[in-house]
């Protein structure tokens, strides 16, 4: 082979291997359904906030044996969710925020909000490896037990399978694995009527979420669930229920509706701006853990804990 023909092979062999890194880098993945590929997302996992920048202690703490819930529905707009019977019953027994924004559109971004303080630059809803991270992993690291409950969920977490949506479980996408923490709703009964863990992430499924269904079927669902775990003592010692919507329904504003409910609150509401990275650095406040990412300059949902 001459020398000529062999440059030129080299040529297209660098040529190749760029195209190949240019399409990892832009984030290509495969469907839905399809396994998952091993392309990660090159952006730095968001980092807790240092002790000195740390804002002052939340005034309320999370007293011992309670806990910290989180119940995240779909694709309606505050007016929409507020509208339904029984979570207008218990807007107007505990606390609202009524000017909380969801950070983007589609789904999945919100739903890595809420759990790392950053988006990592996503605007779609396809499957992507991201660094490991998370709350899930800062929980791990202190020792504080924590569950996420994926109604419908498959065998295999990153893949989006009959009423499961991957893309409305964010712990499957940090490290690009199923963590042992992540269950189906097969131990949430007993999970609340025994140990419950310290912080408990509920995801329904696409209908009972409202992503797929009525709003009002999804406010049905609420009716179900919610009293189950205000029944728990894991509630009753003190704990906090948020329930949140990943986005409205596509508008520019993104004014979703954010109900908190702990048993030592009274109605009220707070019209502060308030948005998922807020609700994050709550949570991790009340949880005793740094915050991360953007939650670090977030102002927390303190008025409507009090």
Not at 79 to 87: N, R
Not at 105 to 125: E, K, M, Q, V, W
Not at 191 to 218: E, K, M, N, Q
């Amino acid at each position: 082979m001459s020398d000529t023909v062999r440059g030129t092979g080299h040529r297209r062999t660098a040529l190749a291997v760029g195209a190949v890194l240019l399409l990892s880098a832009c984030g290509v993945q495969p469907p839905w359904g399809a396994s998952p590929g091993p392309t990660p997302i090159a952006a730095p996992a968001p980092t807790e906030a240092p002790a000195a920048a740390s804002p002052a202690p939340p005034e309320v703490q999370l007293p011992a044996g309670a806990s910290v819930f989180l119940i995240v529905m779909e694709n309606r707009s505050s007016a929409q969710a507020l509208a339904q019977p029984y979570l207008s019953d218990l807007a107007g027994r505990y606390a609202v925020a009524t000017n909380y924004h969801a950070v983007a559109h589609p789904s999945l971004p919100n739903y890595l909000a809420l759990t790392s303080g950053s988006t990592y630059g996503i605007a779609d809803d396809d499957y992507h490896v991201l660094p490991a991270g998370g709350i899930g992993q800062q929980l791990d690291r202190r020792g504080i037990a924590w569950r996420a409950y994926m109604e419908g969920l498959p065998s295999d977490c990153r893949i989006s399978r009959g009423s499961y949506a991957a893309r409305h479980n964010p712990f499957a996408f940090y490290g690009g694995s199923c963590p042992p923490n992540v269950v189906s709703f097969a131990p949430l009964e007993a999970d609340l009527s025994g140990d419950t863990p310290r912080f408990v992430w509920i995801t329904p499924d696409v209908c009972h979420d409202g992503h797929s269904c009525s709003t009002r079927t999804a406010d049905d669902f609420l009716a179900g669930l919610v009293p189950r775990i205000l029944a728990s003592p894991a509630w009753a010692r003190g704990g906090v229920l948020f329930i949140t919507w990943d986005e409205d329904d596509g508008t520019a504003g993104n004014q979703v509706a954010t109900v908190v409910v702990s048993p030592r609150l009274e109605a009220q509401q707070s019209a502060r701006a308030y948005d998922h990275y807020s609700l994050l650095a709550t949570m991790e406040d009340l949880l005793g853990v740094p915050r991360l990412g953007a939650a670090a300059q977030a102002q927390a949902l303190d008025d409507l804990l009090l």
